[in-house]
């Protein structure tokens, strides 16, 4: 089973450094060149439009990593038609894959994502530096020593690892949000369901008292006792099961019981 929709944007976020709230906006297509770029390294990032609003410009970001598939022997067709709709279905499938791909063939070793994206088309963040790339692109080998973050990147980094921090407390509550209107749903059903069953349970308990009423007052014309009336010990079988009540159950104050919810003729 593929990782979460919010595990997935926290990772991306610390990979690329983009700061994006939803996953849908991998639909532009941008964040899937830069972890292709983390792969492989030499990605044109210059060409990749970061801040594209619009599908032509989308689809100019798909091409670039066509193109990189292509070069590399990736053997995956990429959705283009559905992701650039930026829905969350599309590109949380793709992401998922991209996302095993990336575990499996990462390198190893720190990825400079910003210094990576210096003039890059449409890049908001400005002011960081570097002294020097490596050849790859930005990419340290594991093996070889990892590149020098200056104070301005180790700032910018730090501040988008609590970026991931907020979208990830902000995502979680969305999700706990959902889980409260979904019980919210599931109590206002349970409780129309209580005041069914209490209703019927109401009608018979009122013509129960009407026959034994009637019965009382037949039986007493006659001189006879209640008892002996045939349908009487069957009404009074009903009644003791109607007020029956289980171990431990305690019936509330009647103060309380008034307060909470008030029933006409409530006799139980």
């Keep these: 089973m593929g990782e979460s929709r919010t595990e997935l944007l926290a990772w991306l976020n610390d990979l690329t450094q983009l700061n994006y709230t ?8 941008a964040a899937y060149c830069q972890i292709f770029d983390s792969i492989y390294g030499g990605v044109p990032l210059k060409k990749v439009k970061f801040n594209a609003i619009a599908e032509p410009d989308y689809i100019s970001n798909f091409k670039i990593l066509q193109k990189i598939f292509k070069d590399k022997n990736v053997d995956k067709i990429i ?9 969350l279905q599309d590109n949380l499938a793709f992401m998922q894959w991209v996302k095993r791909f990336w575990d499996e ?14 003039g890059s088309k449409g890049v ?30 180790r700032s910018a980094s730090r501040g988008g ?26 109590v206002d059903g349970l409780e129309k369901e ?34 002996e009336h045939e349908a009487y010990p069957i009404l009074q079988s009903i009644q003791t099961i109607l007020y029956s009540t289980e171990d431990g159950f305690e019936v509330p104050p009647e103060d309380e019981e008034g307060k909470e919810e008030e029933y ?5």
């Design 22 to 29: 939803k996953l849908e906006q991998a639909g532009t297509g």
């Design 79 to 87: 959705p283009v038609d559905g992701l650039i709709k930026c829905k």
């Design 105 to 118: 063939n990462y390198p190893g070793g720190e990825y400079d994502a910003l210094a990576c994206r210096q």
């Design 124 to 153: 908001a963040r400005t002011g960081v530096t570097r002294s020097s790339t490596t050849a790859n692109g930005g990419r340290v080998s594991s093996t070889g020593k990892k590149a020098t973050k200056t104070p301005a990147a």
């Design 161 to 186: 690892r609590a970026s991931v921090l907020d979208n990830h407390s902000a995502s979680m509550i969305i999700d706990l949000n959902k889980q409260i209107a979904e019980l919210k749903l599931t």
């Design 194 to 227: 209580r005041d069914f069953y209490f209703g019927k349970l109401r009608e018979i308990e009122i013509d129960v008292q009407e026959n034994m009423e009637q019965i009382d007052a037949t039986c007493a014309e006659a001189q006879r006792k209640p008892e």
């Design 264 to 268: 006409d003729d409530e006799t139980f």
